[in-house]
């Protein structure tokens, strides 16, 4: 088993599990923004667990120079899977802290601890008291926007959300002009979870990689 440094951004792990800067205490957003995001929190608690498709593409000088898709499985904020299907097969599970990411091409298995920023997750934006300075919500546009502070330097999230309350599409700017987009379709909401929905079935011979702490 080998060890290695953490990666700075897990597989391109989604936008909305990349870790959020520590943020400063604001007053609290307008009442029809403030109600839009209490039914976003409502609707996403009343749906859990839920499976929902997703497309990621990653979009370069304009043109998309990668495009993978598959199904979430979102127990709760805590326990989520993200399984690619295609064009390869991967497994990206966050389960108490703690992730392994699982390549069945290369028979590859990372795993890690996020450690504190556990706590910081994007998702967390969504059900947090005091958003920020670095957080907006616009309830007419169904949108929230983060800026995230990067090594690269100022990123933005948006977040679109659908009619229903669930979010339907992610959009992660960066400095290097790399655009991540995120497509979520056909929720499944309160799916019953088989027991060994979060196991990985590993082969005997798959290399193990445990990654330290940043």
Known sequence: MKTRPALSALPLLVALLLPIPAQTPTAPPPAGDADFL????????????????????????????????????????????????????KTFILEGGRYSFYDRENKQLLRGSLGERSREL?????????????????????????????????????IQVGSDFLPRRVEQSAVNDVTT??????????VALAAGEFALDLPADVEIIEEQAP
């Open 38 to 89: 209490r039914q976003v929190r409502g609707r996403i608690l009343q749906s859990q667990p839920f499976r929902v498709d997703f497309v990621q593409r990653v979009i370069v000088d304009e043109e998309v120079s990668l495009e993978e898709s598959g199904v979430i499985v979102f127990a709760s904020r805590e326990r989520v899977k993200w399984q690619y299907l295609r064009p390869d097969y």
């Open 181 to 190: 987009v995120y497509e979520f379709r056909n929720y499944r909401p309160r």
């Open 122 to 158: 994007v998702w967390e934006v969504l059900f947090s008291e005091q958003p920020g300075q670095s957080c907006r919500w616009n309830s007419r546009e169904r949108t929230i926007r983060v800026s995230l502070a990067g090594e690269g330097g100022i990123e933005e999230l948006t």
